[in-house]
């Protein structure tokens, strides 16, 4: 088992910065692939990047690739979403989940655990 625990979220401006943290306990987080996830109301769950259980590889969605950065200290039990440019779109719940495996995955049935969320909302 691993418990998940996302902080960071805000409010902040188009065009500001963000930076999530997802703190892990449990089981070894360095066993896991974790991933960035995001939902807002009435939509499904979207992928926004993920990253393997050494760092060495990284995957991220279309939408904010050049803009955020994922990356973790498993001697901190800790994954990071880095975020900037941000844009009224990027507004959503963001939640962290972590996978049993070794290879980068980006789809939510992909995943074995998840956090409760953070939201972020950006304004104009």
């Known amino acids: 088992q691993v418990q998940l625990v996302e902080s960071g979220g805000g409010l902040v401006q188009a065009g500001g910065s963000l930076k999530l943290s997802c703190a892990a306990s449990g089981r070894p987080f360095s066993s896991y692939v974790v991933g960035w996830f995001r939902q807002g109301p009435g939509k499904e769950r979207a992928f926004v990047a993920t990253i393997s259980r050494t760092g060495d590889s990284t995957a991220y969605a279309d939408s904010v690739k050049g803009r955020f950065t994922i990356s973790r200290d498993n001697a901190k039990n800790t994954i990071y979403l880095e975020m900037n440019s941000l844009k009224l779109e990027d507004t959503d719940v963001y939640y962290c989940?972590?996978?049993?495996?070794?290879?980068?995955?980006?789809?939510?049935?992909?995943?074995?655990?998840w956090g409760q969320g953070t939201q972020v909302t950006v304004s104009s």
């Open positions: 989940a972590a996978a049993r495996g070794v290879f980068v995955r980006t789809r939510t049935d992909e995943y074995d655990y």
